[in-house]
């Protein structure tokens, strides 16, 4: 699994992107699609007609879409190709070619489906599963919805730790060394101090409780200068570490699923996510929504969950061995999305400093 790509840039980072993007003239390469005035069969019909669908940043390897990709082929004869991008990268295709689109859909990082929106580069489809979809998780009109999180996880090495932590308190509490990742530059390790800030008081606007916590496993010599990578995790050089749920699951499995332990900190985590943006200016606009549509559908989630991927429906009625690729419901119970990613993204660029100031400086 890409790790890098969940949610690697934010909204402020892209100006420049854009900017090298360019711009182009037109107004768009396709009339005006309102499938708000459209039944899904219709919709079906008119994505049979076009007969492909082109996406960006879902390859066969991530989150399980070649199975979904493989559906849409045997079931509505779609054809498919996918470019392997970031978020930013994708908006940035989406604006530059405007009416010369390549790309009919994309799965970017939640905080970039506003910004989509924001650009004017999103067709809205709100599919039949709206009602399913909790608000946090899609544009009110249907620009960018989420069909799958990700929530952040302790791993353990149990061969390293007998006693695996299953909460914050257990880790404050032990004797072994942790592995959050490089918080100065990487995504998932600057949410595991967000979610250390939940779980003690604090949020995406007091990120200082997570930055204690930190501080002082350093001054016990119980920060790990690693990351909780595969390659660390399989050498046996890591302990107890954070991961996106996904990741942990999938990392697991693929060295030992007996060895590891993964769990969802009790007192608190931090859920994220993947939003599908369907391109204003598709060529195949109607096999795009008809690709939106089958992503939240039974099979679509199934597929995901197969993937490693947690489901956005939490309704879902997934496929037994689909389902026995997640952890329990009820380990998410105290998980949370963020609340305001504003106030997260101005939090983002302060932490490298605060981490710098005071977490690091007792890294000898």
Not at 234 to 254: C, H, I, M, P, Q
Request: aromatic residues 10%.
């Amino acid at each position: 699994m890409r790790t890098h790509r969940f949610m690697k840039w934010t909204a402020a980072a892209l100006a420049s992107v854009f900017m090298l993007a360019g711009c182009s003239s037109g107004q768009g390469g396709t009339e005006a699609v309102d499938a708000s005035k459209l039944t899904l069969e219709q919709i079906v019909d008119k994505a049979k007609q076009e007969g492909e669908v082109n996406s960006v940043g879902m390859p066969d390897t991530w989150a399980n879409w070649v199975q979904t990709w493989n559906d849409l082929g045997t079931k509505y004869n779609l054809k498919h190709t996918d470019t392997d991008m970031s978020s930013a990268e994708e908006l940035a295709k989406f604006e530059a070619e405007k009416e010369d689109a390549t790309a009919d859909i994309g799965d970017v990082g939640i905080a970039f489906g506003p910004l989509a929106k924001q650009k004017g580069l999103t067709l809205p489809y709100k599919t039949s599963y709206w009602g399913d979809i909790p608000d946090w998780a899609k544009d009110k009109e249907g620009h960018w919805m989420l069909g799958y999180t990700g929530t952040l996880a302790i791993i353990t090495d149990k061969n390293k730790v007998k006693n695996p932590p299953k909460t914050w308190a257990d880790i404050k509490n032990g004797d072994f060394k942790v592995s959050v990742g490089d918080v100065m530059k990487a995504n998932q390790a600057q949410f595991a101090v967000l979610a250390a800030a939940y779980a003690f008081g604090g949020d995406e606007k007091n990120i200082q409780p997570g930055i204690d916590f930190f501080a002082e496993l350093a001054k016990n010599k119980r920060l790990a200068s690693n990351d909780a990578g595969l390659a660390n995790l399989e050498k046996g050089e890591v302990e107890v570490g954070f991961l996106w749920d996904f990741n942990a699951l999938g990392y697991r499995d693929k060295i030992d699923k007996n060895r590891f332990d993964v769990v969802i900190p009790q007192e608190a985590s931090v859920i994220s996510g993947y939003a599908t943006v369907i391109n204003k200016y598709a060529k195949h606009p109607h096999a795009a929504m008809l690709a939106r549509e089958y992503i939240l559908s039974d099979e679509g989630q199934s597929n995901l969950a197969r993937g490693y991927a947690r489901p956005i429906r939490t309704n879902a009625k997934l496929a037994d061995d689909a389902k026995a690729m997640l952890l329990p419901d009820d380990m998410y119970r105290n998980a949370l999305p963020v609340k305001d990613l504003n106030a997260w993204e101005d939090t983002t660029k302060k932490l490298p400093q605060l981490w710098q100031e005071q977490v690091l400086i007792h890294v000898q």
